[in-house]
């Protein structure tokens, strides 16, 4: 048992009371409050969190209205991976990531791809999904048959909503009955399937299933063939799904097995022939798949954020349909056909390159303008490239090199900018790691012995 903490622990500070209103008071009095009842130096917070202030207040201002009780930014690093050939065009692809080597791997793999014809893709779907989820007592016949009669209803009442939207050529696809009773006692959904172009479509889609419900509920009261049970459809709640797994997208890299290695045809048959056993791995073992998957995410996630999208939503998504038929496995496959190596991911992401933050955020459209203004399919491809380019560069670097190698070089760099390392420092104690172990202890005694010889 550690008795340091019992003797050393800190004096707690008195207790905290609630704040009442914090929303309503303006953003120094919330700094001030904050900064007073939960750091020991509220002045050198206060000083922090305002040098992340955007000096232009008109950008900051932005930032601020983005969400509630704004003290601050939260930086992560922007960065680009260039060279990426996808359906024959050069793409640079910006991505926001705080972890060292992903944008380094990402580049690395599209220069690997380059010159084998680059990378492939396809969209094969992009229907959205939501539901409205509700509980009916009574007779299924007379409720398909209420469905039935009111599902013109159901889309004239909410014309207001899809007008512009079909316009463009999007809109409502479908609207389904389910009935859900055997999972949950009483329990159906209006099942709706959406498109909704180049927008994400969240506030569209809630919007329509919204009215859907108040429809639904409204129309029951006179439906003659209903009792007064029946009548009392109880609305649970109307909102989309982000499992999309017809919102799905492909995209591959291929080239004959003895390009891949430029060296001996042997090595290379070699390699190619682990890199489909590490897919296959991940295809059957749970806990490698996850880790798998996480590295591709690492590439997603990244270009979800500089665009402006919900990662949260994507992530989701894409977890859900890596276990879509039972055990979780893995998004990527490989295989060797004929002398090819052939390596895709196929994956369902609904993304946005019109309204929220991709029309309001500055460095969103900078990002949407670096990658040509796409549309959402064509982000869709991006991202799924980005994804199986992360996923190849660190199943690569698993089955010959280690993560290690990569990984401790960025480490490295990391713990030298901390101690404050010059350029001329850095290069030496990076020569002096190729050959020692990069522990943060070693570099900080090589650090320091390399001050004090000086
Ligand atoms: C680290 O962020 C991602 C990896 O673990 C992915 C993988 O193991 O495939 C390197």
Redesign the pocket.
């Known amino acids: 048992m550690n008795h340091y903490h019992y003797l050393y622990r800190p004096k707690p500070k008195a207790m905290t009371q609630p704040i009442e209103g914090f929303s309503k008071l303006t953003k120094e009095q919330k700094i001030d409050w904050l900064t007073t009842h939960y750091t020991t130096d509220p002045e050198a917070a206060k000083a922090l969190l305002k040098r992340y202030w955007n000096v232009v207040e008109d950008v900051q201002q932005l930032h601020d209205e983005f969400i509630e009780n704004t003290i601050t930014n939260y930086y992560l690093p922007l960065g680009i991976a260039p060279n990426f050939l996808i359906n024959n065009k050069l793409y640079a692809i910006p991505m926001a990531i705080e972890?060292s080597s992903?944008v380094a791997a990402a580049s690395k793999a599209a220069k690997f791809w380059l010159d084998k014809g680059g990378f492939k893709t396809q969209v094969l779907g992009t229907e959205k999904i939501g539901q409205v989820h509700f509980m009916y007592h009574g007779n299924k016949e007379r409720l398909t048959a209420f469905f039935e009669q009111v599902r013109p209803k159901l889309l004239s009442d909410a014309s207001a909503i899809t007008k512009n939207m079909e316009k463009r050529g999007g809109g409502i696809n479908k609207i389904e009955l389910r009935d859900k009773t055997e999972a949950l006692d009483h329990y159906y959904q209006l099942h709706c399937t959406f498109e909704t172009l180049d927008a994400m479509g969240a506030n569209f889609i809630n919007s329509c299933l919204e009215q859907f419900a108040k429809t639904l509920k409204a129309e029951a009261q006179s439906f003659p063939l209903f009792s007064e049970e029946e009548k009392a459809i109880e609305i649970v709640m109307s909102i989309l799904s982000n499992y999309v797994p017809d919102c799905l997208v492909r995209a591959e890299v291929s080239c004959p097995v003895d390009e891949l290695k430029g060296g001996s045809s042997e090595s290379s048959r070699q390699f190619a022939e682990k890199m489909v056993q590490a897919v296959n791995i991940a295809k059957v073992e749970p806990h490698r798949a996850v880790?798998?998957n996480?590295?591709i995410m690492?590439g997603i996630d990244a270009v979800v954020l500089a665009t402006g999208n919900d990662f949260r939503a994507v992530e989701a998504g894409i977890h859900a349909y890596a276990s879509k038929d039972g055990p979780y496995t893995s998004l990527t496959h490989a295989a060797i056909e004929n002398g090819t190596f052939k390596f895709w991911i196929e994956l369902p992401l609904a993304l946005g390159t019109i309204g929220g933050l991709t029309s309001l955020h500055p460095l969103v459209k900078l990002a949407m303008e670096i990658l040509g203004k796409p549309s959402a399919q064509e982000l869709m491809q991006i991202v799924a490239v980005a994804g199986l380019a992360q996923?190849f560069a660190?199943?690569r670097?698993?089955v010959t090199t280690g993560?290690q190698e990569g990984h401790m070089k960025m480490h490295l760099l990391n713990i030298l900018n901390q101690l404050g390392a010059t350029e001329d420092e850095k290069k030496t104690l990076t020569h002096h790691f190729k050959k020692h172990s990069a522990t943060h202890n070693a570099v900080v005694e090589a650090f320091e012995k390399l001050r004090n010889t000086k």
Request: no cysteine.
């Open positions: 972890e992903v880790t798998h996480k590295g690492n996923n660190a199943v670097s698993l993560i």
